[in-house]
């Protein structure tokens, strides 16, 4: 059945390193995105893919980096550069950019130790 | 700056009774309108959606009203279930879904 798969699901990485986590959509969207989740905040755009080989930051890009070579699939990385990586990471898809109802993944949760 | 808020991090009512959920939006250009529930250990998933154009849409259980001079929406469950038990997120956009800004939340606990 079609979804969207991240992974891992926990991820622990000491400071200095980069660690990226994977996003895959068997849906056919053209569109992906990435959120970050903190306590008491709502989701947080940090990239997105409208289409194959494009992709445009969101409000909070600095310390993160994003390929998609593939329409499947949209990694992401948290780089060093980021400097409070620790939080919750949920995928998302849409059919395109603008059509509203995203479909997400399950979530990554990144701690730094 | 927080667009959509839920001032109510956590509601508890009854089964069978009414869930009201609240969302509080600052940005007038937003026109499209989103709830997504989810379970702990799940994403998100859509439920209801309404447009500005409208002031209510109706799904099932599920309704959504939309007060645009007050940049108010809610959500109403009726009745509620155990089954609904989870996170609420209000959604909004302006048009393209990299506008899409979400509140930050509302636990619902539906006691049996």
């Known amino acids: 059945d079609g979804g969207i798969t991240q992974s891992p699901k926990y991820l622990f990485r000491k400071e200095g390193q980069n660690v990226t986590l994977s996003c895959e959509q068997n849906?056919?969207?053209?569109?992906m995105y990435w959120y970050r989740q903190d306590p008491g905040q709502g989701l947080r755009l940090i990239y997105y893919?409208?289409?194959?080989?494009?992709?445009q930051k969101g409000d909070i890009a600095e310390g993160y980096s994003v390929s998609r070579e593939k329409k499947e699939s949209f990694p992401l990385t948290v780089t060093s550069a980021q400097k409070n990586p620790t939080a919750f990471y949920l995928c998302?898809?849409?059919?395109?950019?603008?059509?509203?109802?995203?479909?997400f993944g399950e979530g990554s949760r990144l701690t730094v130790l | 700056d927080q667009q959509v808020k839920q001032n109510s991090p956590s509601l508890s009512v009854q089964e069978g009774r009414i869930s009201i959920l609240n969302c509080d939006y600052t940005?007038?250009?937003?026109?499209?309108f989103l709830w997504y529930k989810k379970y702990p250990a799940e994403g998100p998933t859509f439920l209801i959606s309404?447009?500005?154009?409208?002031d209510k849409n109706e799904d099932g259980r599920f309704t959504v009203f939309l007060n645009k001079s007050a940049k108010h929406l809610s959500l109403h469950i009726v009745p509620s279930q155990p089954g609904d038990s989870a996170v609420y997120f209000c959604?909004?956009?302006?048009?393209?879904?990299?506008?899409?800004?979400f509140g930050a939340g509302t636990r619902l606990t539906v006691k049996p």
């Open positions: 998302a898809s849409s059919l395109s950019l603008n059509t509203g109802e995203l479909f």
């Open positions: 849906l056919n969207h053209d569109a």
């Open positions: 893919s409208q289409i194959v080989n494009d992709f």
């Open positions: 940005n007038s250009m937003f026109d499209y």
């Open positions: 309404i447009s500005s154009i409208k």
């Open positions: 959604a909004a956009s302006a048009g393209n879904n990299n506008d899409m800004r």
